[in-house]
Structure formats: structure tokens, C-alpha cells
């Protein structure tokens, strides 16, 4: 098994993938331009925020698993991953407490000014009365947008700082927000309208692009403040640049459109930088997170290893739409299937997917087919009747 580490991974990982008898090369300073040059015959690539494109998949012959060491997976190419065949799997939820923690650093940076607070020091000012004008955070309403698995500790924390909480994301529910004791916002408008503070925590996609746009900024209370750690995409930074200083917005952000990539140098957006409080994505960059994603990254290698499909696959199509399971009782002997498998393509009958069980002692099996059409009764019956087959049915 052989596996490219493109992004920095904990030594033990690495070890622990050695272990498993893999041969590792890491190549922790690899961005996105040099994958096509590092793949040679890598199974499994590893990325944290190293962006997976067409050019790497197409270097790759042996590729068969794309592991995002975290939880965001817009910068991969799933469309095309799927299309070749390749797994692709992260870490959910494994990065969650500490990008939690950075945006409650945020919230409450922002409600004390402590950058500002900070750099007046270090020029020598002294500053009490001007910095002594926080609202608190304390019984004022937290508006989240996302309540995934960073959303929803965002809001537990939260609830414990006394603050009201509320939320909108794509199933939550009134009953639901209910039981989670939060308000319940129908669309991201009505949580714009009626949040001091809006946090962002949605996964990057089509459907998020820009979803927090003119429209959303505008509708945001005067000097209210927005977090967004999630991805840059998800809010129009040309507008927010226009709107922030009329309406005094706050700003915090980790996360940047066209932001740099984990090895590159320079931020290009310093226009937008004056106007908010930035950090340069590290939300999940804590030893505790790093610690947490290493091992789900062992373990998601491992299942692969010993199944053939990887922990939390992104990319499996979500349901089949075969609807026929045909269910083959049969002795456990060579070339039972093959003789299934010919009956059917004879017949023109694609399998979606297919399953085989082997009972205790070893004698018999079932294997289970996902049929895209319904077999005859003749090839049932052909089946059925065929060497070490105890029964062909359809359930
Ligand atoms: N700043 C950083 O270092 C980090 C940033 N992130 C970002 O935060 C995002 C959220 O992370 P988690 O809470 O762990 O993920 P999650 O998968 O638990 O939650 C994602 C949220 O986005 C929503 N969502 C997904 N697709 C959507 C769509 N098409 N339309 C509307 N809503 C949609 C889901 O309903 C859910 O509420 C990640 O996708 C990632 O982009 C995650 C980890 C670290
Ligand atoms: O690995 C990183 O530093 C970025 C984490 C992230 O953005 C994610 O997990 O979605």
C-alpha cells in the first residue's frame, strides 16, 4: 500500500501507517501545482488544505483513496474523483472543538477590540477609557449559520456564556432547535435581521457560494458582528468591503475567497485585512485537533484496508437506484458467481451493487445483487438450477 502524504501529518500517524506495512512519502510543503509530479504510484494521497485537482487525479493510475485530513472537502474535486473511481473520505467533526474555540476567541475579540487594545500598547498608548466600551456578550442573540458539528458546539458554549442562540441550517427544524435550546430562524434573512452576532459554519458548495451577500449584509443589524470560519466563498467579501464601515459591522475572519495556500507567503487581500480582525486559517490548527484528525486518518486507511471502503466516504452515491435485490443462496465454491454474473449480462441486467456473506463453517454463502431491471422468472429459474446454487429469489 503505497500512500503520499501531501501536508504535514503528526509522527505517529506516520508510524502507525507504517506499521500497518504501508510504504509513506511525505511531502508536507506540496501544494496544489506539485501533486501531478508527487503521485507516481500513490493508492492513497492525504491532503489537509492541498487542493486535489484534475491533473492530480490524472497522474495517478493506482489512486484509489483521497483522505482530507479534516473537514472540509471543497478542495477536492469530488465530481471528478467520482467519475474515476476514487473514494474519497475526511475526518467529520474530528477539527470541530478547536475551530469552536477560535470563533469564541473572535467573538470575544471583537467585543473587547483586544487587537486594537493590543496594538495601542505597542505603540505606547494608553487607552482605558476608549477601550472601556464592550457590550458583553451576555444576553445578547448569536445567530448560527450551519449547525453541524462546529455549529452546534459553537452553540453549546455559547448557551453556557448566557448568550441566546439561534439558528438556521438546511433540516434544522423548530422542533428540533427546540429540543436544542435555540431559536429557530425559517431562512438566513430572518437570522440576519434578528442577530447581534452571525457565525458562519457551513460547508462550501454551490448552494453556499455567496450566501451571505448584499442582501444578508444589509439586512444585518447596525454594528453587529459577523465570524466567518468556515470558507471565504460563503460570504461576498467585494460587499462586505462596501457595507462594513456604513453599517460599523464587525468583522473576524479565518477564511478568505482566493485565500493563499498553506505554503505560499504573501496575503494578497490587505485592502479588506484594515477592515477586519484576520486569522490566517488556522482554526483547526491546534495540537489537539492535529492529534484527533492523525488518528481518524489511521483509522479511515485502516477500514479501507481491511473492507475495500473507507470510513466516512464523501463521495458514495447517497442511495442506490437499483431496484431489484436479488438474493443467491449458494455453496461457498469457485465460480458460483461468475456463472450468476454471465446469466445476467446475457439478459442485460446491470448490478449496481453486490454483497457476499459467507455463513459459519464455510459451506454456504448469499450474496445479495442490486439489479438495475427485473430478472424473468426463466432467468431466476436459470439460476436457481445452475451447480452449487441453493436458490435464486428476489426480495
Ligand atoms: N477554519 C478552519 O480551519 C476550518 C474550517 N472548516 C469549515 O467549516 C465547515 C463546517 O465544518 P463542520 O461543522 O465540521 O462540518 P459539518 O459537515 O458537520 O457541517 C456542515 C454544515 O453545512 C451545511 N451544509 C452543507 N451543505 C450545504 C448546502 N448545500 N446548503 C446548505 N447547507 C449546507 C450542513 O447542513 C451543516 O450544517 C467545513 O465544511 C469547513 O469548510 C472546518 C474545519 C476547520
Ligand atoms: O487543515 C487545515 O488546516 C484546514 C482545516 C479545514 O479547513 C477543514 O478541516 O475544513
Not at 6 to 16: E, Y
Not at 35 to 55: C, F, G, H, W, Y
Not at 181 to 201: K, Q, Y
Amino acid at each position: 500500500m503505497k500512500i503520499l502524504i501531501a501536508d504535514k501529518l503528526s509522527d505517529n500517524a506516520v508510524k502507525a501507517l507504517e506499521n500497518m506495512g504501508a510504504s509513506v512519502r511525505l511531502e508536507p510543503d506540496a501544494a496544489a501545482g506539485d501533486l501531478p509530479q508527487l503521485m507516481n504510484d500513490a493508492e492513497i494521497l492525504i491532503v489537509r488544505s492541498t487542493k486535489v485537482n484534475k491533473a492530480a487525479m490524472d497522474a495517478a493510475s493506482s489512486l484509489s483513496l483521497i483522505i482530507r485530513a479534516g473537514a472540509g472537502v471543497n478542495t477536492i474535486d469530488l465530481e471528478y474523483a467520482s467519475a474515476l473511481g476514487i473514494h474519497v473520505a475526511n475526518c467529520p467533526g474530528k477539527n470541530a472543538d478547536a475551530v469552536a474555540e477560535l470563533t469564541i476567541g473572535h467573538m470575544i475579540a471583537l467585543d473587547r477590540n483586544i487587537v486594537d487594545n493590543s496594538i495601542d500598547l505597542r505603540n505606547g498608548v494608553w487607552n482605558k477609557k476608549g477601550y472601556s466600551k464592550a457590550r458583553g456578550l451576555k444576553g445578547r442573540t448569536l445567530g448560527i449559520l450551519g449547525l453541524g458539528s462546529i455549529g452546534t458546539k459553537v452553540a453549546a458554549v455559547a448557551q453556557v456564556m448566557g448568550m441566546n442562540v439561534q439558528a438556521w441550517s438546511r433540516s434544522l427544524t423548530e422542533q428540533k432547535a427546540k429540543t436544542m435550546g435555540l431559536g429557530f430562524c425559517p431562512t438566513p434573512m430572518d437570522l440576519a435581521r434578528s442577530s447581534d452576532i452571525v457565525s458562519i459554519h457551513l460547508a462550501a458548495s454551490n448552494d453556499t457560494r455567496h450566501l451571505v451577500d448584499r442582501s444578508f449584509l444589509e439586512a444585518m443589524k447596525e454594528s453587529a458582528f459577523l465570524i466567518n470560519t468556515s470558507r471565504g466563498e460563503i460570504v461576498d467579501s467585494a460587499a462586505l468591503m462596501e457595507i462594513c464601515s456604513s453599517k460599523s459591522l464587525k468583522i473576524a475572519l479565518d477564511v478568505y475567497e482566493d485565500e493563499p495556500g498553506a505554503s505560499e507567503k504573501t496575503f494578497p487581500h490587505t485592502e479588506l485585512a484594515q477592515l477586519i480582525t484576520g486569522t490566517h486559517h488556522i482554526g483547526a490548527s491546534t495540537q489537539q485537533a492535529a492529534d484527533a484528525i492523525a488518528d481518524e486518518v489511521v483509522k479511515i486507511v485502516e477500514s479501507y484496508r481491511s473492507s475495500g471502503k473507507p470510513l466516512h466516504p464523501v463521495n458514495a452515491r447517497d442511495k442506490s437506484t437499483a431496484q431489484f435485490n436479488l438474493v443467491v443462496r449458494h455453496f461457498n465454491k469457485v465460480g458460483v458467481l461468475a456463472a450468476v454474473l454471465d446469466a445476467l449480462r446475457n439478459a442485460d441486467i446491470n448490478i449496481e451493487e453486490m454483497e457476499n456473506s459467507i455463513f459459519s463453517g464455510g459451506e454456504a454463502a448469499v450474496c445479495t445483487l442490486k439489479l438495475d431491471d427485473r430478472p424473468s422468472d426463466v432467468i431466476l429459474n436459470e439460476i436457481s438450477s445452475m451447480d452449487n446454487i441453493i436458490k435464486a429469489s428476489l426480495k
